[in-house]
């Protein structure tokens, strides 16, 4: 059974970090491509972060510079270091596996297995 489990939300204040981890069981071997996704109150979820197995990374505009997506394959972990944090960036943030053969973007519809989320807040 595939499972994804977020962990490392909390409430911070703006400028402050925080480091989101996913730990991802259930496959035969590491997906090829993982990203981040996520759900502010009243909108619709939006992709934050993706990573392809060969390394390359693709953010959006908003948290480029300021967020960094990272993979330990050995230990089946995704990670998203957030820094500069602005009350923007409230939302409950999810990890996701891309469906085989998507493109490895920021596009809900081509993520199939996500996690329950983690709850991250910013103050000013």
């Known amino acids: 059974q595939v499972q994804l489990a977020e962990s490392g939300g909390g409430s911070v204040q703006a400028g402050g970090s925080l480091r989101l981890s996913c730990t991802v069981s259930?496959?035969?071997?590491?997906?090829?491509?993982m990203g981040w996704f996520r759900q502010a109150p009243g909108k619709e979820r939006e992709g934050v972060a993706s990573?392809?197995?060969?390394?390359?990374?693709v953010y959006t505009d908003s948290v480029k510079g300021r967020f960094t997506i990272s993979q330990d394959n050995a230990e089946n972990n995704l990670y998203l270091q957030m820094n500069s944090l602005k009350p923007e960036d409230t939302a409950m943030y999810y990890c996701?596996?891309?469906?085989?053969?998507?493109?490895?973007?920021?596009?809900?519809?081509?993520?199939?297995?996500w996690g329950q989320g983690t709850q991250v807040t910013v103050s000013s």
């Open positions: 996701a596996a891309a469906r085989p053969g998507s493109y490895c973007g920021l596009t809900t519809a081509d993520f199939g297995d």
């Open positions: 259930g496959y035969k071997s590491w997906r090829y491509c």
């Open positions: 990573v392809h197995s060969d390394g390359t990374t």
